[in-house]
T-cell receptor, first 111, second 113 residues
Framework: GIQVEQSPPDLILQEGANSTLRCNFS?????LQWFHQNPWGQLINLFY???GTKQNGRLSATTVATERYSLLYISSSQTTDSGVYFC?????????????FGEGTQLTVNP | EAQVTQNPRYLITVTGKKLTVTCSQN?????MSWYRQDPGLGLRQIYY???????DKGDVPEGYKVSRKEKRNFPLILESPSPNQTSLYFC????????????FGPGTRLTVT
């Protein structure tokens, strides 16, 4: 099956810093989503971004499907940004219609 | 508000006592699925449903049952829970089966003793 690798596995920032999270995938995909899992365990949709660039406030994401990677940018980080960020991909019919998740990036933002 | 809801959010139970975790969505989505999340194993799909009365196994279906009698509801049934089913469970839905954004419920934290 498709492999999803996220880096870095852990990231510690001071409030106000910027960061870039990366997601590499091993095969072509037709769906890619970024999620934030907050400390209470909830999965929050950040972006649905199979290709191109999107922005939502301090967060933005870029997917270069032809090169099989996606980037999540967090600017002016806040303590509430802490948690685990997951990238998840879907290939389409051959994948049996499941999202394959990466192992996540654990982000800690200190005040 | 468009959302996926799950109940209960937290549950502690004993081995062998049947339980049901409910999942409901108000977005008229055709596709629904269940995932479990375990440390070191990530999120894995348990079952999915493409539409009413159509369900199929995911990656880890053993010990679970599902039903889809109505479009909005997709309950997860553990007939005889065991400690290895202690996990964080998520229900998800999307408009169609393939290539649509999936929305996740808030999660159900289950402990089986």
């Amino acid at each position: 099956g498709i492999q999803v690798e996220q880096s870095p596995p852990d990231l510690i920032l001071q409030e106000g810093a910027n960061s870039t999270l990366r997601c590499n995938f091993s095969d072509s995909v037709n769906n890619l989503q970024w999620f934030h899992q907050n400390p209470w365990g909830q999965l929050i949709n950040l972006f649905y971004i199979p290709s191109g660039t999107k922005q939502n406030g301090r967060l933005s994401a870029t997917t270069v499907a032809t090169e099989r990677y996606s980037l999540l940018y967090i600017s002016s980080s806040q303590t509430t940004d802490s948690g685990v960020y997951f990238c998840a991909v879907e290939r389409g019919e051959t994948s049996g219609s499941r999202l394959t998740f990466g192992e996540g990036t654990q982000l800690t933002v200190n005040p | 508000e468009a959302q996926v809801t799950q109940n209960p959010r937290y549950l502690i139970t004993v081995t062998g006592k049947k339980l049901t975790v409910t999942c409901s969505q108000n977005m008229n989505h055709e596709y629904m699925s269940w995932y479990r999340q375990d440390p070191g194993l990530g999120l894995r799909q348990i079952y999915y449903s493409m539409n009413v009365e159509v369900t199929d196994k995911g990656d880890v279906p053993e010990g679970y049952k599902v039903s889809r009698k109505e479009k909005r509801n997709f309950p997860l049934i553990l007939e005889s829970p065991s400690p290895n089913q202690t996990s964080l469970y998520f229900c998800a839905s999307s408009l169609r089966r393939y290539l649509y954004e999936q929305y996740f419920g808030p999660g159900t934290r289950l402990t089986v003793t």
